[in-house]
Nanobody, 122 residues
């Protein structure tokens, strides 16, 4: 099992930007196959926001496409650049790291971070 830690949340005004970061620890032990960012707004279900595979394939939900950009910093870290933030982007953003079977981890698994709060308010 890995520890997943998000950082970078905060309070911004509409139209501003934030950079979220997601890191797994311990570093350089396992390979993460897929990273995903999710968010949960108050009173709503958690929704998928963006994902990136180990091969760099990026996918986005329609609500953030063309505004958010997910990218790998290294094998242990993924960032989510959020541009042109809107009031409806306010949520707790969580990161999920999926790993497949590999040496030292026969079954693979998924690990979640605790999330970081993003608040967009005028």
């Amino acid at each position: 099992q890995l520890q997943v830690v998000e950082s970078g949340g905060g309070l911004v005004q509409p139209g501003e930007r934030l950079l979220l970061s997601c890191a797994v620890m311990p570093r350089n032990i396992f390979t993460i196959d897929t990273w995903g960012w999710y968010r949960q707004a108050p009173g709503k279900q958690r929704e998928w926001v963006a994902g990136i595979t180990n091969y760099g394939v990026q996918t986005y939900s329609d609500s953030v496409k063309d505004r958010f950009h997910i990218y790998r910093v290294d094998k242990n870290t993924v960032n989510l650049q959020m541009n042109d933030l809107r009031l409806e982007d306010t949520a707790v953003y969580s990161c999920k790291a999926d790993r497949g079977p590999q040496i030292g981890d026969r079954n693979g698994g998924s690990d979640w971070g605790r999330g970081t709060q993003v608040t967009v308010s005028s």
